[in-house]
């Protein structure tokens, strides 16, 4: 049903300039957007700008008698924000960072028995920390993570945004939590789970010793 | 990585959704956007488009996918057909829905495949011919040659009748069908007494003879039902060889 009313609202647009049609849509995903913007270029002003450009285009596109072509709403926005993103990447001269499939596995997984209990007690508490993390996960795996867990859309609307098939999607997404967690447990970060740490650390350092 | 892990990575993740921490803007930023893209906006649209009979078109033709709408024309057509298919059913020579009400039986024709069962359903539709010519007659609508066209197509019905029957292989559906247009044949007969009487003079009325001849000669060609003489051979072959063995025990033959 609200695929349907963004279809009406984008055909209004279209058709007749519609400004409240287009407000209707921009209320809906502005916010959106912008920390899917944010969680890309990991700044709060380049967010701003280019997701205030990302509407821009959206309305100039719509208002060129494009409406025909865009048959889902929310996936023309979010690839149209994947492009301005790109394009922002080559301005500066970066390279957007992506992955082949077939790479190898990145790190195995750590096996830590505290690992569970240390997570919960982490996620809980610190979402800037996880925030922290988040970025330092490879573009490609982050993007897939923030479309489906953020912003709740589904594997194979996923697929359409960023133009890969649905296998490649729950490929990326695996991936992509693995990197995750590999980079909160590995992290030197010590302010939050030092107790925790100094506990069980401790223990595991008498083991060791024990053995050696 | 397990599933209780993985449970809890994401569901920390969601946590960040709408989070001040993790990239949601704060109003400032928010009323920041909306001054630039608005303002970009209200220089450019238009006021809302007042819907018409073309803006309803265009949008029912955007919203719609073009498989839904192939389908439902599909239905619709067979809804319109099956509708005219009803009303047609009474339609005598002349009515508008006549043709429909041919076309309709036509199509049956087509689809029974089985020659045999085809002769069956061709004759049958023969006798709706009879019918509508009898009920023309009893409207009184005989002077304006409805009752000749139905004659005519009764001839046609029988004659296509006769040879789908010569089509069919299986002799036991040739029997069946044989049998059961050769007795139609016979009421169809009486029928056309009935529609076309002979006068006193044993002449039909000028401009309802031909039809009504060639009505009668495309029932001649309605073969009948082969009489079953096999078994009566047989039987009579066996009560010769009984004979035969009767007199040779009795040595009446001389070998």
Redesign the interface.
Known sequence: MQK?KE??LV??IS?????????QL?SLY??KI??FV??KVSS?ED??DL??QV??KA?EYL?DDN??RVQNFRAFIYQLTRNLVIDYYRMQGRAPQNVELEDIEEES?IEDPR??FL??Q???ED??Y??EC?KQVKEAYREV?VLR??EEIGIEEIAEIIEKNPGNVRVLIHRG??S??SVILSSNRKSLYEPHRTQSTNQSNQESEKRS | MNHTERKALIKAIKSLKNAPEAGWPSSDTVERMDNRVMSYVQGQSRQSARPGLFFVLGMTKYLVSPRFAYTMAVIALMAVGAAAAISSQGALPGDTLYGAKLAVEKTQIRFTSNPARRAVVQMEFAGNRLKEARMIKQEGGTANGRVDDALTRFAKDVTEATDALKQAADPVQVKAATSEIAQKAEEYKQEIEFIVPLSKKRTRTVGMAAAAEQAEQALEGVEEPAVEEEDEDENKDEDEEKELEKELKEGQVGL
Request: hydrophobic share 40%.
């Open positions: 349907l279809k009406y055909f209004r058709e007749g300039q519609d400004q409240q049609a287009f407000t921009y502005r916010e912008y920390q944010y969680f709060q967010a701003e997701a205030s509407f821009l309305w208002t409406a025909r997984a690992s569970t997570l919960n982490l996620y809980a979402r800037k996880l925030d988040l993570i867990y953020l939590l693995k995750l967690r």
